[in-house]
């Protein structure tokens, strides 16, 4: 129960912080705006819907480093101190990795919406099973992102660390989040895409359980 106040309380806390200043919540919204808009412009008369589909998965992809990876980076020394003292390290963990994950469905459900509106030929067969693609993808930058942007936070130069970390992870998922929404997008059944959904939820439970293994060491530090 303690836990689980800690959370909700840091959860607030995030969600406070982000009102007032709205700077990541903008600054992704108008990056994800402005890039399928320039899209538009210079491929409108593309065609090919799987070619639509990897670029938008490559927009999320951008914007997700843009949205998530700050989570521990933008933190001075001050608001670690207090987080520290005020609630355990996977309340904080758990808390980060919930409002990204907030956020990062609310972006791709809006960039979602605006890449259909302005892609007329994009619409895929199955929407449904698309927007599940997207919620998985959510979940997975979110969980992956916020795992690296804690582990280099803690070492110097963190935004090259926190490429050099989260390659090796995130393509993999990027593969399996393409390949789901291509099936979508091809009006295959669900059935086919049932080891793309069960890969993509072992590796956020796997990366998950890692981060709260790890973080509390990194934490004291």
């Not at 997207?134 to 963190?158: D, L, R």
Request: aromatic residues 14%; proline residues 3%.
């Amino acid at each position: 129960m303690q836990l689980a106040k800690e959370v909700k309380y840091l959860i607030h806390k995030e969600v406070l912080l982000e009102w007032r200043s709205k700077y990541t919540i903008n600054g992704v919204l108008l990056y994800v705006v402005s890039t399928i808009f320039t899209c538009y412009l210079s491929f409108v008369s593309l065609g090919d819907k799987l070619t639509w589909n990897a670029l938008f998965w490559v927009i999320m992809l951008f914007a997700s480093i843009n949205g998530v990876s700050k989570s521990f980076l933008q933190e001075t020394k001050g608001q670690q101190l207090y987080s520290y003292v005020l609630a355990s390290p996977a309340a904080v963990l758990i808390s980060k990795t919930v409002y990204n994950t907030i956020l990062m469905l609310v972006l791709t459900t809006i960039a979602l919406g605006f890449y259909t509106l302005v892609f007329d030929s994009f619409t895929p067969p199955d929407l449904l099973l698309y927007y599940v693609a997207v919620v998985m993808g959510s979940i997975s930058f979110s969980t992956v992102f916020t795992m690296v942007s804690a582990i280099a936070s803690k070492a110097g130069n963190g935004g090259m660390l926190m490429a050099i970390l989260s390659f090796p992870i995130i393509i993999p998922v990027l593969i399996l989040l393409i390949k789901l929404a291509k099936n979508a997008v091809d009006g295959l059944p669900w059935e086919n895409s049932y080891d793309e959904i069960g890969m993509l939820f072992l590796v956020n439970v796997l990366t998950v359980a890692t981060s709260l293994l790890l973080f509390p060491y990194l934490w004291r530090d």
